[in-house]
C-alpha cells in the first residue's frame, strides 16, 4: 500500500487486499500486483523471480539471481530487477549474501501460484542445476548443483556428477553427509550400485590414488566393506613403499577399523598395534590415543577381554586429557566406563 500512487482508488485496493483469508492468499494478490507493475518491459519477471528463489537450496546471490534471469547470455540489466526487489524487500531476506524468503507465507504461495504441479517443481530445480553446472567447481556449484538434480529425479545426470571424480572429491570434503544421502537416493532410485560406479578405481587404485581414501571411507560407510578393505589395503602398501609414515599411520587404523568391521579382530589388533608402534616413534599423541582406544574396545568390549583392554584405555584417556582433545576424550571416557562396568 506504501507504494501505491493512485488515492482515488486506495479504498477499492484496500477493500480487495482485505478479501483474503489467509496470509498466503494475501500474498498471492501481491504477487498478481507485482506481475501487473512490473513485468510491463520484462514479460514473466515475477515467476521467474520467485520460481527461481523458491528452488534455490540456500538462497541466491544477486548476481546468480540476475545470470538466471538474464538472456542471450547477459544478466537481466539491474535496472529491470531494482524496482521489484524494492518493492518485495520487506518479504525477502540477504543470509551470508544469499537472497532468500524471509517467511513461509511468501514461499507457499508462490508454490501455488506457480508451481502447481510436481514437474514444474521439477523443471525449477532442473534450470538451477543447469545454472550451475555451467559455474567453476566451486563452494557454491558442489552445494547446489547435486541437491537440484536429486530434487529434480535427474538420477543419471546426479550419478554422472558423484562419479566425476573431481567433483566427488570436492562434495566430500565440503560435506561427506551429504554425498552419502545422494548415494542413497540413487540406490534407492535406480539399479546403479556404487561398487560399480567406482569399478574403475577399485581396478586400479593407484592410477586414480588422490580419490581412494575418500572413495573407501565413503564405501566404508555406505555398506560396502569388502570394498573398503581393499582401497585401504591398497594405501597401507603404497605408504609403505613410499616412505610416508604419519599417512600409514592414519591408513593402518582404516585397515584396522574394515578388518574390525568384518569380524576379523585379531587382524584389526595386530594392525592397531602396528599404528601404536609408529605413532609412538612419530610422538603423534592424538593418533597414538585413538589407536590406544581402538585396542582398548576391541579388547574390552568385542574379544571380551576387559583386563587387558581397560589400561589401554585408560593410557589413551589420559593422552586425549593432556593434549586437549575434548571430544576424542569423552568418546574414550565412554569406553572406559563400559570396561570398567565388565570388569565389576
Not at 530434487?151 to 562434495?171: E, G, H, M, N, S
Not at 576387559?306 to 593410557?315: T, V, W
Amino acid at each position: 500500500m506504501r507504494v501505491f500512487g493512485a488515492h482515488e482508488r486506495l479504498e477499492g485496493t484496500l477493500a480487495h487486499y482485505l478479501e483474503a483469508q489467509t496470509i498466503p492468499a494475501l500474498y498471492a494478490k501481491i504477487l498478481a500486483r507485482y506481475e501487473t507493475d512490473y513485468e510491463r518491459d520484462h514479460p514473466g519477471l515475477v515467476r521467474d523471480t520467485f520460481t527461481c528463489l523458491w528452488a534455490a537450496r540456500r538462497g541466491l546471490a544477486e548476481a546468480e539471481l540476475l545470470d538466471l534471469l538474464g538472456s542471450n547470455g547477459a544478466p537481466l540489466p539491474r535496472a529491470h530487477w531494482a524496482p521489484l526487489a524494492l518493492a518485495a524487500e520487506q518479504a525477502l531476506v540477504s543470509r551470508s549474501g544469499l537472497l532468500g524468503f524471509a517467511h513461509a507465507y511468501l514461499r507457499q504461495a508462490v508454490q501455488d501460484r506457480y508451481l502447481p504441479t510436481s514437474e514444474a517443481e521439477r523443471a525449477a530445480h532442473r534450470r538451477l542445476a543447469d545454472y550451475f553446472a555451467g559455474r567453476e567447481l566451486m563452494a557454491r556449484r558442489v552445494d547446489e548443483e547435486p541437491w537440484h538434480l536429486d530434487q529434480a529425479a535427474a538420477w543419471d545426470r546426479l550419478a554422472a556428477r558423484l562419479t566425476d571424480l573431481p567433483f566427488f572429491a570436492a562434495a566430500w570434503q565440503a560435506a561427506p553427509f551429504d554425498a552419502k544421502a545422494y548415494w542413497a537416493r540413487l540406490e534407492a532410485h535406480t539399479p546403479l550400485r556404487m561398487a560399480d560406479a567406482y569399478r574403475p578405481v577399485l581396478a586400479d587404485p593407484a592410477a586414480h590414488h588422490a580419490y581412494v581414501w575418500d572413495l573407501a571411507t565413503l564405501l566404508q560407510e555406505t555398506g560396502y566393506p569388502a570394498e573398503a578393505l581393499a582401497l585401504r589395503g591398497y594405501l597401507v602398501t603404497h605408504y609403505r613403499r613410499t616412505g610416508d609414515r604419519a599417512s600409514l599411520a592414519r591408513a593402518l587404523g582404516n585397515q584396522a577399523h574394515s578388518l574390525y568391521v568384518r569380524g576379523d579382530l585379531d587382524g584389526a589388533m595386530a594392525l592397531h598395534k602396528d599404528q601404536m608402534r609408529l605413532c609412538r616413534e612419530l610422538g603423534d599423541p592424538h593418533g597414538l590415543a585413538i589407536s590406544l582406544a581402538n585396542q582398548a574396545d576391541t579388547l574390552g568390549l568385542s574379544m571380551d577381554r576387559p583386563k587387558e583392554g581397560l589400561p589401554l584405555a585408560e593410557e589413551a584417556h589420559r593422552l586425549a586429557g593432556k593434549s586437549g582433545y575434548g571430544p576424542l576424550s569423552k568418546q574414550i571416557e565412554a569406553i572406559r566406563d563400559k570396561i570398567r562396568k565388565r570388569i565389576g
